[in-house]
């Protein structure tokens, strides 16, 4: 079989090392090249080595013991008469102590190999063989190649140290030793290739010679997909090697079960309706190396891919018409014990599109927002598009897929269709469909952004939910966070903080009872954005931190139901001054956005990149990026609270670039503004001298005690109004409540924004007055004078024109080249002009590195 050798010397080492005890055991089925690696270790060994190919035409105890003493004289170690050479008639035990003698007096260390020790099926052999091998001999090592477990009292062996065992696990090939043995048959392969191979063959060595022997084969090249679809290869040698030795019984077994990757006994018992699955698979497992045990309580088992491809491949060739109902009932077996994947794939292998369809209704349609939500979108890609219209659950499936296209508008439709369907059923069938519908409506409503249609939608699916159990809808529990999850979010953005605090609670725990993390993670996300936006700080943090460990322990960092969490983060970051870290949130927040455009969550994105952009001192980028915002925020998005953050964020714009009168329009077309809204009309009052004005806005109804952020605010905006009045008691006072409850939270940033005038010498006097905060303040102070500095600095990019710091100023947005245009209205063609310009003067060749440049030297 093996026209080429490869040194193994990893395994040479195992077998030099085996020397030292009585027995080594070689153990693997055909083909995994056990006689190989023993016969060419014995090359040249300075010791006598007896070698005796078991042969089942001399299965019994004289021809084996007269093979083994022939052995034995033939490698030099047994004299002639020692032991007689006639053994008839003698009892076993006689026989064996007379060996045993004669293997007492060995003159020299001695190897004795019994190759496939498999045939011998004689009771007494192996019991005789057995009593042999019971003790140790000091001049004697004992080599066992069988295909199959050998009946033999090896354990106590095995519990004595005394038993070297190198199996399946050993005897595959690495990928080192498969690329040797390519280049050794001629055969020249990239890594990606012997890697794919490896997968294939599962490092079986007679499988990667085959595949050699295939790529080279006349009428080639022969490329590794080939391979790996064509059985012809492999289909021989197994059938002859592995499979005609099995009873019929055995064999029929492993043709019908072999349209299952994994199995258990009851799985298998289900398939066949027969009841000693467990038991055959066992038997296999034993008998040889192609059938692998996986893991205990139930056992489970694997075909070696190979076998299983020649098996599915003799199987569509002789029962095809068998084939359909032996994936339904392996289909239904997993949809009882919850497997919903598995049991998509064999109702689709099976070409049962109904049974398709109604597992997706009962118990897959949450998976699409879970992290099997691509697993399902792979098996509904399965179903052919002239049964996606026969049924009520399959015009669902489609309705599906179009909801993971983010197709919104052509979803209605679909749905419109699958309730006309559902007409005349009974309402134990129209249950779970209507349930499905009112989820998927619920998911364009959240996607596009109408958030009091998300209430609405969520309250109608709550109310359904709470009148039917599992029975009904086997997938309530998911559905049930997934509503709350959307009805928090939706008062969230409706302004409704404390219900929306309640529901996004009530969501995060029922997601963890039902299983589904990601919704989980959505769910304290949000959390976290609300206490951000409208908390505390610190409570922000915790709940940030939560969600992002969930995520990270899943495998799901740039997730979409991440994305209110890294908002958070990034949110907390600039508070705390933290600004590249503010800045590494975000961008992982884009990337989680990516992967789900959600309106309101692209609007929340925006911000936090405005507020970002004002952090760093860039008010010309945030009043940029806020202009996207307006641009996207299109007719079917209602977020009222997000868009009154958008305003807040524009009116501290406006505060910073000196346009006060712009915030008192804004807020005089509001109703009843918000707490945050007050203070910024209080910032534009006090900065043009009026102080009544300002002081009345800062004493209307107070902020809740854990609206931090802005009760930081403030503080801080009273000290200066009664330091104005020279009453320095109060202004004391009141930056003292600033500071304790800023170093609490880790906030600086409200002292920065209001930095310059006479705050900073507050702050200077206030280290003086009390030894409380001295740290904290310090770094306030810091954090004030270093901002200070760097939007006081002098541009030091005289050969920028005007024109051109302009269009500088926009590089750290994510506005496209014709986007800036449009912003200055001039042509794309000027501005790439200027950009060309930009990089020249800069000295640098992309827009990164102008924008780094530029931050580093106080441009922008």
Known sequence: MFRAHVPRPRLSRVLDAALHVPVTLVCGGAGWGKTVLVSTWLDDRPFPVAWLTADRADDDVQSFWSGVVTALRAAGAVPHG????????????????????????????????????????????????????DRPWPNLHLILISRSEPALPLY?????????????????????????LFTRLDLRLDGNDVVALLERTQGWPAGLQMAADFLTAPGGPHRISEFAGDVRPVDEYLTNEVLAELPPRTLRFLLCTSISEQLCGDLADAITLDDDGRRILEELELAGDFVVRLGARPLWF??????????????????????????????????????????????????????VGRVVVAQAVPLILSSDGAALVRALRGIPAAESATTAELTVCAAL???????????????????????????????PVETAIRALELGVHGAIGDMPAVVAETTRLLTALSRFGTAEIPAAAQYRAIALTFKGVGLFWLGQT??????????????????????????????????????????????????????????????????????????????????????GALQQGRRALCQEPEAAQQLAWLGCQAELALARGEPSVARAVLAQARRQQGSRIRAPALDRWLLLIESRVDLRTGAYEAVEERYARVGVPTFAERVCQARAAFAVGELSRAEVLLAGSPAPLSETVTTVEAHVLTALIADARRQGLRAAAALAGAFALAEHEGLIAPFVAMAGGRLERLVRRQSL??????????????????????????????????REREVLSYLPTMLTAGDIAAELGVSINTVKAHLRSIYRKLNVARRREAVTHAREHGLI
């Open 82 to 133: 020692d032991p007689p050479e006639e053994w008839h008639g003698v009892r076993s035990a006689a026989r064996v102590r007379a060996l045993a003698g004669g293997v007492l007096r060995l003159p020299t260390p001695t190897v004795m190999v019994i190759d496939d020790l498999q045939e011998f099926e004689n009771g007494e052999v192996l019991r005789e063989l057995g009593t042999l091998i």
């Open 156 to 180: 106590r062996l095995r519990l004595a140290g005394g038993l070297r065992e190198i199996r399946v696990v050993d005897l595959a090939f690495t990928a080192e030793e498969a690329a040797l």
């Open 302 to 355: 694997r075909y070696h891919r190979l076998l299983r491809d020649v098996l599915r491949h003799h199987l569509a060739l002789e029962c095809a018409p068998r084939v359909p109902e032996l994936h339904g009932r392996a289909a239904r077996w997993h949809l009882a014990h919850g497997s919903i994947h598995q049991a998509l794939g064999h109702a689709s292998a099976g070409g049962d599109w109904p049974l």
């Open 401 to 431: 897929l179009l909801f993971d296209a983010g197709d919104w508008d052509a979803i209605p439709e679909r749905l419109v269709a699958a309730r006309g369907l559902l007409q005349g059923r009974p309402e134990e069938e129209r249950t």
């Open 498 to 583: 404390d219900l929306a605090e309640r529901f996004l609670w009530n969501a995060s725990t029922a997601a963890r009872a039902a299983g589904t993390e990601l919704v989980e993670i959505n769910a304290v996300g949000h959390r976290a954005l609300l206490e951000i936006m409208y908390g505390s700080v610190q409570e922000a943090t915790r709940l940030a931190t939560a969600a992002l460990d969930l995520a990270e322990r899943g495998g799901w960092r740039s997730a979409w139901q991440t994305v209110a969490a890294h908002l958070a983060m990034t949110l907390v970051h600039v508070g705390r001054r933290d600004l590249a870290q503010a800045e």
């Open 769 to 802: 007055l009390t030894y409380r905060n001295t740290a904290f303040v310090s770094d306030v102070l810091k954090a004030m004078t270093a901002t200070g500095a760097g939007e006081n600095a002098a541009v030091q990019a005289g050969e920028l024109s005007e």
